[in-house]
């Protein structure tokens, strides 16, 4: 059978931030992988040490979130949201809030990279900017120049916020 995606005219759901009860994100991205709905988890690769032997650890990078693609009134909703772990979607005035595509696909595209990177406070204002060239071409996010120059990609929907160091890359105002 043919993917709904090779029809015409047919868009991808949006993503929504789905908040998740506390220890719960894997399984819960889990559970709604086998019930066929596109998710991600966004985790950092982490060398934890000790005296006795150093061990990688996927940490996650927003804890008590996950992320979903679904059509907001759909079947699908109602199953991710009576997935065991789930505490709901992310809303706003009561409607769902989706986020933008363009966060998403920034965030995926920065941990495939395994870019170093770390939490940074909420940044919602402040010099858009975009990544010319290199292997983060087109990455957009708000410029942080104090101290080391630093790239700052925000998700407003769940108001948290990941930095990464862009020396000796060129930027484009947006």
Do not use: N
């Not at 819960?28 to 985790?43: A, N, W």
Request: glycine share 8%; charged share 30%; proline share 5%.
């Amino acid at each position: 059978m043919t993917p709904a995606s090779h029809f015409p005219g047919y868009e991808k759901p949006p993503w929504y931030a789905i908040q998740t009860r506390y220890r719960f994100e894997k399984k819960v991205t889990d559970h709604l992988q086998r019930k066929g709905i596109e998710t991600f988890l966004p985790v950092l690769e982490e060398i934890h040490r000790w005296s006795d032997r150093k061990k990688r650890i996927d940490a996650l990078l927003f804890s008590g979130y996950v992320f979903a693609r679904v059509q907001a009134a759909s079947k699908a909703r109602l199953d991710l949201l009576h997935t065991i772990g789930v505490i709901g979607m992310i809303e706003f005035a009561g409607k769902a809030v989706p986020v933008p595509a363009k966060q998403i696909e920034d965030l995926q595209r920065l941990l495939s990279q395994k870019m170093p990177c770390s939490l940074h406070a909420f940044l919602k204002v402040g010099q858009r900017v975009r990544i010319r060239g290199g292997a983060l071409d087109g990455l957009e996010g708000i410029l942080d120049q104090r101290g080391e120059k630093r790239l700052v990609i925000s998700v407003e929907t769940i108001q948290r916020s990941v930095a990464i160091r862009i020396e000796g890359y060129d930027v484009e105002l947006i």
